[in-house]
Each structure stands twice: as structure tokens, then as C-alpha cells.
């Protein structure tokens, strides 16, 4: 039988979703349910009355064991109406199959006339927007499947938006909404984002609900609800990851290995220890993040017994460039390897990061360019080397010549003592010769007396001329005398 699966409700899938919103003890009419996986839960777990409608004949058979009542028939005939048209539902459960109806929107409105005031109605629908799809889509591939997202028996595609769309246009509102998330790698399609131009891939890793593989939705009838809406649907969810190696001799494995989703906008990545760390590790291989990164790697440290830190140094990295704690990876699968390893018992490894940019599809361009503008700083680097080496003989030379300027300076202030000292002399000399002048002038003024004195002599005799000759005489010695004063 096509659809006879366990029931897993210890992960997070639709039925287990589904299963979370129904009250114990509920009237419940199941729509689609194969083989009764879910409604043996329902009837023996919960304790609800459950009443089925199956297509297959023998799915039925097998789910007739856990229900009040079985009908096997086309839900769009809509004989069911009639069977159940005297009881009254709790919920109406829809899982995976509202995508195999011509009308889906009918039906959900019919659902109305057996539904409680306040009962609700749960769908799952599988989502034909997931990223899986669209990378065959971008490389012409669309090829349904036995089961899963392109199951070859459905009608109807959905996406978030004509889902709601529809809900509206049935006279439903939401209460409750959340979703089934899956990587490419856990879809039933053999897709990688590497199948994608660089140009895309970030921006198809990014895309709103493009990990979205199933939305799961509680609807009630009515415009709007007493209870509210809660929505848990991520628009965004985890696409990169971190993974933790432990090598205990024989290398790397997936067995031997932690994981765990990260955001990029994280600036701590703490990847818990589990059994392996019990045992002597050879090394450990960090995994920080499952794409191309340019980031920053602040430190990395092992936790021990009692919060004792252990720094942990790298010992091999498939880097493309690296400088002071900064970082390019551009391999899709960045990678430090440690190897001296405390023999201590650990609980977790610890990255303190700065993510710059991730998935870079112009990632060669700007590794490029760091290298370009790294190898002309250093040129640069070189250059002004020479020019410091330069600058230092100047400054040699210069501090020769200050002391070669000290030594004139002072000889300058001798010299200049010398000056002054001779400049005082010159004046005292000055003021001799001055003196000198004057008492020269003096007798000068005395010869000159003296002068007309002989000659008055050379024309009177004192014999002839007496009186005349002594007062001559006396006037004489009388200027003589006031010279010889000054």
C-alpha cells in the first residue's frame, strides 16, 4: 500500500504537529487516512471517537480497526455529508490530501455543515515553493514522484499565499500555523545549491519559506476568532550549520561528529561535547559553517571540568588567505583542524566569530581584490621601509648637525663675550682719547697764547718797554695757570 508509514510523533513532522492541536476525548472525522497510523493514535492515545473516508478499499480495511465508522469513497462525491450529517465534529483532519481534489475549496466549505460552533478544521499541505523545486525548475527538470512534494497523484499545488487565499475564500480564519522544515539534502530530489549559478545561490539560500516542505494550518469558520492566531511559521530557517569531528585514531566520520544549525549573525558558536569527548582525542575538526565565508576568528577554546578554559590552536586550515584573525574561506566547506587536544574531559568548543559576508557568488572578485590591495600595501609597506631607513640617516645627520650648531652657539656666546668685553675697553679707551683731545685742545689754546707771547716779545724789550713787558708777563702766567687748573 502506497502511503503505509509508521507514525513518528517524537520529530517534528506534520502529523506530529497536527496531533498536538487535538483535545483528548474529541468526535473527529479523518479525511485520507491510509492505513490508520494516525487514527490508531488518535482512537487509542487520545481516546477520540474517529470517523474515517478512504478512496482505497484496502487502506480502508486496515483503518476501519480504529474507527467508529468507515466510509470508502471519493471525498468529492461527497456522500460523507450525508453519513455524518447527524453528528457534530470537534476537528476535521485534512493531512496531505486537500492536494489530490479537483476543489479543495468546496470541500472545505461543505465541511461546515457537520463542524462544531467552535470546532476547527487541520490541514497539511505539501509546498510546491520549496527550494528543491524551484533549483530543478531553474534547470528544466519537473518530474513527479511516487510520494512526496511532486507525488504524481496530486492536483493541486500551494504555496503560503494561495493557501491562505483559499482558507479565506472557504469562510475560514487561522488560529494556528506552522510549518515542516527540510534541507535539500533530506528531500526526496537529489539537488544541491551548487546546481545554481553563484549569482543565485545565496539568494535562493535566503528566500522566504524556501525550506518550508510542509504547511500545517488549524482553520475555524468565521471572519475572525476568539482564540487569536498563532503563527510559528519561520520565514527564514536554518541553513547553515556547524559540525563538530573527533578523531580517536582512525580519522574523520559523520558518526563521530556533532551538529548544529547557526545563524551567521551569531558571534559565539557553541558546539556541545557528547560520548566521544569521554574518550582520548587525537584532533578535532571544526566545521564552522557549511558555505564560503569571510569572517573574523577572534579565538577558539575548549570548556573542561569546573568552566576550566582551554585555548585551542589551529594547526591546519583550508583558509585561502588569513591576517591577523581575518579570515577568507572560499571552499564550501571552511575547516579548522586542532591537534593538541587537553586530556581533560570536555563539555563543549567554543568560537568567538565575526561573519563579514557568506556565500559570496562575487567571492573570487573580492578575494582578488583583498589580494591586490594586500600586495600593494605591502609594496607600500617596503617603500616607506626605505624611506624610514632614509628618514633615519637624516635624523642621524640632523642630530649631528645640532650638535656641531650647539658647538658654534657657545662659541658664538664666547665670541660675543669677547665682543663686549672688548667693546667696554674700546669705550674707556674712547673716553681717554677724548680726554686726551680736550687737554690737547688745551694745549693747543696754550701754545697758541704762548705763541703770541713771543711774538709780542720779538717786538718790545723789556728795557725800553717796562711797564708794557710786565704786564705781558703777568697776563701770561695768569692764563697759564688757568690751564695747568683744567
Not at 461543505?110 to 463542524?115: H, P, T, V
Not at 480564519?173 to 545554481?196: G, H, M, P, R
Not at 547553515?240 to 578523531?247: A, K, R
Not at 565575526?354 to 607600500?380: G, K, N, W
Amino acid at each position: 500500500m502506497k502511503y503505509d508509514f509508521d507514525l513518528d510523533l517524537s520529530t517534528a513532522n506534520s502529523l506530529s504537529i497536527l496531533a498536538s492541536r487535538i483535545k483528548a476525548g474529541s468526535t473527529v472525522l479523518e479525511f485520507g487516512p491510509a492505513t490508520g497510523r494516525f487514527t490508531k493514535h488518535l482512537k487509542q492515545n487520545l481516546g477520540c471517537k474517529v470517523y474515517i473516508v478512504e478512496i482505497d478499499p484496502d487502506s480502508a480495511a486496515h483503518a476501519s480497526l480504529y474507527a467508529e465508522e468507515t466510509l470508502v469513497g471519493n471525498i468529492e462525491e461527497n456522500e460523507w455529508l450525508t453519513r455524518f450529517s447527524n453528528i457534530s465534529f470537534d476537528h476535521i483532519i485534512f493531512a496531505d490530501v486537500l492536494e489530490h481534489l479537483i476543489d479543495p475549496t468546496q470541500v472545505l466549505v461543505n465541511c461546515k455543515n457537520i463542524l462544531k460552533m467552535d470546532g476547527t478544521v487541520l490541514i497539511s499541505v505539501p509546498h510546491i515553493g520549496h527550494n528543491s523545486i524551484l533549483i530543478n525548475l531553474f534547470n528544466n527538470k519537473f518530474e513527479y514522484q511516487k510520494i512526496g512534494l511532486l507525488d504524481e497523484t496530486h492536483l493541486k499545488f500551494f504555496t503560503k499565499g494561495n493557501l491562505e487565499k483559499m482558507i479565506e475564500e472557504s469562510g475560514y480564519t487561522s488560529i494556528f500555523k506552522d510549518a515542516v522544515y527540510k534541507n535539500l539534502e533530506e528531500t526526496e530530489f537529489n539537488v544541491f545549491f551548487d546546481q545554481l549559478p553563484k549569482s543565485l545561490q545565496y539568494e535562493f539560500k535566503n528566500r522566504e519559506y524556501g525550506n518550508v516542505y510542509q504547511f500545517v494550518y488549524e482553520i475555524q469558520s468565521g471572519e475572525s476568532s476568539l482564540l487569536g492566531e498563532e503563527d510559528y511559521i519561520k520565514r527564514q530557517s536554518d541553513i547553515y550549520f556547524s559540525q563538530l569531528y573527533y578523531d580517536l585514531g582512525e580519522g574523520f566520520s559523520e558518526e563521530l561528529s556533532t551538529k548544529k544549525p547557526i545563524s551567521i549573525k551569531e558571534k559565539t558558536i557553541r558546539m556541545q561535547a557528547n560520548d566521544d569527548f569521554k574518550s582520548p582525542l587525537k584532533r578535532i575538526r571544526f566545521d564552522f559553517i557549511n558555505t564560503n565565508a569571510i569572517l573574523y576568528i577572534r579565538k577558539v577554546y575548549a570548556v573542561g571540568p569546573n568552566l576550566t578554559i582551554f585555548p585551542l590552536v589551529w594547526s591546519e586550515s583550508n583558509h585561502h588567505f588569513e591576517k591577523n584573525d581575518f579570515f577568507i574561506f572560499r571552499t564550501e566547506d571552511p575547516q579548522l583542524i586542532f591537534e593538541e587536544i587537553p586530556e581533560n574531559q570536555l563539555s563543549e568548543i567554543v568560537m568567538e566569530v565575526e561573519f563579514i559576508q557568506v556565500d559570496l557568488y562575487i567571492q573570487d572578485l573580492i578575494y582578488q581584490t583583498i589580494i591586490d590591495q594586500t600586495s600593494l600595501i605591502q609594496r607600500q609597506i617596503k617603500e616607506l621601509d626605505v624611506v624610514n631607513t632614509q628618514l633615519n640617516l637624516s635624523l642621524t645627520e640632523i642630530e649631528g648637525l645640532k650638535g656641531r650648531l650647539n658647538e658654534l652657539q657657545n662659541l658664538n656666546n664666547h665670541l660675543k663675550a669677547s665682543h663686549d668685553e672688548e667693546k667696554s675697553k674700546n669705550a674707556r679707551n674712547t673716553n681717554q682719547i677724548n680726554e686726551m683731545a680736550r687737554k690737547m685742545t688745551i694745549l693747543d689754546s696754550e701754545n697758541e697764547a704762548l705763541r703770541r707771547y713771543l711774538d709780542q716779545l720779538l717786538f718790545m724789550s723789556p728795557y725800553k718797554h717796562p711797564i708794557q713787558f710786565l704786564k705781558l708777563r703777568k697776563e701770561y702766567r695768569s692764563d697759564w695757570r688757568e690751564l695747568s687748573n683744567d
